[in-house]
Structures are given as structure tokens and as C-alpha cells.
């Protein structure tokens, strides 16, 4: 990461920047912490006449009620959080089938095994996508395009089905994302200060951190993986190339969406 002028910061400035950057991020992770919060609280308190998996949901939804009346998130940003929602949900429903993970608590809001609050969970990454995209006044250049873009991110979505009965391409796909992006940065805004960084290496620093903090949701029983219904333990290392590539369709999606309204604006 570098700053976009060359001048040395001194270290007051320095730590005041850090500060701002800490607070921008923090609010940009309001939902998901708030998903983490309702699966730390509903494991350990009991509330009567309604099961877990529905008691998470009607607070997800109550919590993202809140954050659109209070401005927190705007409608524009609620629209990516339901087409990523929808996107998530699929993707549960065919894993569960596939015997990849399991939902094990009752709940009536669970579908072909899977509770619909799971959808969530995707969300909460493109709500931090949103968030983060306008409160560090985000923007990229040397974007591939939209072509090239959509079909990547479509192929990374499909191989999240097909290595079931196909090989696994996401080391090939990773490799593909390196190319296709290779001259894409990401620039944000701290204060006064504007920084860029490669948009691979913004991907990687991401899923590293849902990989840390799916560690957390299993640990409160969000889900089980096959080898923790007997006893919890970490999530494999390897799940941060998953979550590196549904950080990319998270930001294809958002991407696309803010050049397309940014377009619409200016005609």
C-alpha cells in the first residue's frame, strides 16, 4: 500500500491516519459484526418459544431495518445486499446437499436444510464492501472491463458447484485472477491522504479475515464442517482461496453496479 503523495508522514499524523482508517473500518463492519454477535448471544441464551435459527433471522432483519432508517446503509446499497443475499442462499442449499456442511438445530425458517438467515452471511460481505466503498471514497483504475470481469466472476461462481463432480479449477482461477487484474488498483481516501494498493492483494488481505471470522462462527455453531460435529476445530487454512474468490464476485458485483450508476448519472 502507498500513499499517492511521497512526502514523509510524521508519526502523529501517521497514528492519526491509522486511527481514521481503524474507525472507517469498523463502521463498515457494523452487519457483520452484528451476525457475529447474534450467534455468540443465541448460543449461550435461551429464548423460549422460538428456535435459534428463527431468532437469528428476525434480528438480522430488524438490524438491517435499523441500519437503512438510520442512513447507515442506503437503498442502492440494500439492493446489493439482497442480490448477494440470493446468491449466498443457492450456493448454501447446493452445499448442504452436497454433504459440505450442515445445519443441525431446528428452526421453521430452514429450507431444504438450510436456515435462511445463512444468506446473511454472504451479505454481511457485500455489506462491507458498500460500506467501505463510500466511506474510504473508494475507486479502482485499470479495470478489465465488464466482459471480462462477469465471465470471470460466473466462472469462479461455477466452480463453487462443479468441483463435486469436476476437477477443482480454483488454483487455475486464482492464477486467472492474477492476469485479468494484474493492473487494477484500488484507491482510498484516509482524511486528506489518498492510498492505492493492487486490487489482488485487497482480495487476499479480505478473505483472510472472513476465514478468521468463519473460525468464529463455527466456533458458535453458525455450522458445522464434517470433521467439527464431534468436537469444534479451525477451519482448514485452505478455505481462504474460497472466501479470496467470493471476496472477487463481491466486488465484480459492486463494482459494476457503482460504474453503472455513476454512467446513468452523468447522461
Known amino acids: 500500500?502507498?500513499?499517492?503523495?511521497?512526502?514523509?508522514?510524521?508519526?502523529?499524523?501517521?497514528?492519526?491516519?491509522?486511527?481514521?482508517?481503524?474507525?472507517?473500518?469498523?463502521?463498515?463492519?457494523?452487519?457483520?459484526?452484528?451476525?457475529?454477535?447474534?450467534?455468540?448471544?443465541?448460543?449461550?441464551?435461551?429464548?423460549?418459544?422460538?428456535?435459534?435459527?428463527?431468532?437469528i433471522l428476525l434480528v438480522l432483519i430488524a438490524v438491517q431495518y435499523l441500519m437503512y432508517r438510520s442512513r447507515l446503509e442506503t437503498l442502492d446499497e440494500i439492493k446489493v445486499i439482497c442480490v448477494f443475499h440470493i446468491i449466498g442462499l443457492m450456493l448454501e442449499l447446493y452445499k448442504v446437499h452436497m454433504?459440505?456442511?450442515?445445519?443441525?438445530?431446528?428452526?421453521?425458517?430452514?429450507?431444504?436444510?438450510?436456515?435462511?438467515?445463512?444468506?446473511?452471511?454472504?451479505?454481511?460481505?457485500?455489506?462491507?464492501?458498500?460500506?467501505?466503498?463510500?466511506?474510504?471514497?473508494?475507486?479502482?483504475?485499470?479495470?478489465?472491463?465488464?466482459?471480462?470481469?462477469?465471465?470471470?466472476?460466473?466462472?469462479?461462481?461455477?466452480?463453487f458447484f462443479t468441483h463435486h463432480f469436476i476437477p477443482d479449477f480454483r488454483w487455475w482461477l486464482?492464477?486467472?485472477?492474477?492476469?485479468?487484474?494484474?493492473?487494477?488498483?484500488?484507491?482510498?481516501?484516509?482524511?486528506?491522504?489518498t492510498y492505492r494498493m493492487p486490487l489482488t492483494m485487497a482480495f487476499l488481505l479480505v478473505g483472510f479475515f472472513i476465514w478468521l471470522a468463519e473460525n468464529i462462527a463455527t466456533f458458535?455453531?453458525?455450522?458445522?464442517?464434517?470433521?467439527?460435529?464431534?468436537?469444534w476445530q479451525p477451519v482448514s487454512f485452505g478455505k481462504i482461496s474460497s472466501w479470496f474468490l467470493l471476496v472477487i464476485i463481491s466486488v465484480i458485483i459492486v463494482a459494476q453496479l457503482k460504474y453503472v450508476k455513476a454512467n446513468r448519472t452523468k447522461t
Request: charged share 10%; glycine share 8%; proline share 5%.
Open 1 to 55: 500500500m502507498e500513499a499517492r503523495t511521497q512526502r514523509r508522514i510524521p508519526y502523529g499524523q501517521a497514528f492519526l491516519q491509522l486511527l481514521h482508517f481503524g474507525y472507517q473500518q469498523a463502521m463498515s463492519c457494523i452487519f457483520p459484526v452484528a451476525i457475529f454477535g447474534t450467534l455468540a448471544v443465541s448460543k449461550w441464551l435461551n429464548v423460549p418459544f422460538i428456535h435459534r435459527y428463527d431468532l
Open 99 to 159: 454433504g459440505s456442511w450442515s445445519y443441525p438445530e431446528l428452526g421453521y425458517t430452514k429450507w431444504f436444510g438450510v436456515p435462511l438467515y445463512s444468506g446473511f452471511m454472504y451479505a454481511s460481505v457485500a455489506s462491507y464492501m458498500c460500506q467501505v466503498w463510500r466511506r474510504l471514497k473508494m475507486d479502482m483504475t485499470g479495470w478489465p472491463g465488464t466482459v471480462p470481469a462477469t465471465a470471470l466472476g460466473a466462472a469462479i461462481y461455477l466452480n
Open 174 to 193: 486464482m492464477a486467472l485472477v492474477a492476469i485479468v487484474f494484474w493492473r487494477t488498483r484500488i484507491w482510498f481516501t484516509v482524511r486528506t491522504t
Open 220 to 231: 458458535f455453531g453458525a455450522w458445522k464442517y464434517p470433521n467439527q460435529q464431534e468436537i
